[in-house]
């Protein structure tokens, strides 16, 4: 039966595919770590989010393996490799770089990560994980979407770090730049008054 009807989700297994029995959710594991760093995650993903992320990649009318086997399979190395596609360092997991580079190559500009996979990976994501993500959703044109996101990670510098940080002034300019992308003028105006005159405060008159 061909995996592709026993998924949803990519073709990324074609480049890897060694002949290996392969673990339907084994492979659903490593397309969700794939689709997260490809909605902007930066650096390793926490276990816990990529087995949230990966049901949305499972068909439920297909028996798949248990979790225990699917880790086996997803991070054990691939023959002929010294590398798994999931290497795990105790809490967290990384992507093979090959993994993710081919199905960037393979996708067409339109084809951009789900909505639910960004919403849960924004759940685990510290601030400049999720500016990140909402930087990769404004060059998708996703604009609603990079507000929300912007909006967040605006709310987290602010907690952390106080409404004068630079990195708080550094989000705070993108989010008045995705409410002009949504047409928003008086908004994004407003936005980019405010961290223009904390930015002339801070340095004495002059700011970029």
């Not at 492979?27 to 490809?38: F, M, P, Q």
């Not at 276990?47 to 979790?67: G, K, M």
């Not at 990976?121 to 998708?140: C, F, K, M, V, Y």
Request: charge should be negative; aromatic fraction near 8%.
């Amino acid at each position: 039966m061909s995996l592709n009807i026993l998924l949803r989700g990519r073709n990324w297994f074609n480049v890897v595919f060694d002949g290996r029995p392969t673990q339907l959710r084994g492979v659903a594991l490593v397309t969700a770590a794939i689709e997260c760093r490809r909605a902007g995650w930066i650096g390793p993903l926490p276990i816990n989010l990529v087995e949230q992320v990966h049901t949305d990649y499972l068909n439920p009318r297909y028996t798949a393996e248990t979790l225990g086997e699917a880790w086996e399979w997803a991070t054990t190395s691939v023959p002929r490799t010294t590398t798994a596609l999931l290497p795990k360092t105790g809490k967290d997991v990384t992507v093979a770089d090959y993994v993710v580079d081919h199905t960037q190559r393979t996708s067409s500009a339109d084809d951009h990560v789900a909505d639910t996979t960004v919403h849960t990976a924004l759940d685990h994501a510290e601030a400049n994980i999720a500016h990140s993500i909402g930087g990769t959703l404004r060059s998708q044109g996703r604009y609603h979407l990079a507000h929300a996101v912007f909006k967040r990670t605006y709310q987290l510098r602010t907690e952390a770090l106080g409404s004068e940080h630079p990195d708080t002034l550094a989000i705070r300019h993108d989010l008045a730049g995705v409410l002009q992308d949504l047409g928003q003028l008086e908004q994004a105006r407003t936005e980019y008054e405010a961290v223009f005159d904390i930015r002339t405060k801070l340095l004495g008159g002059w700011a970029s």
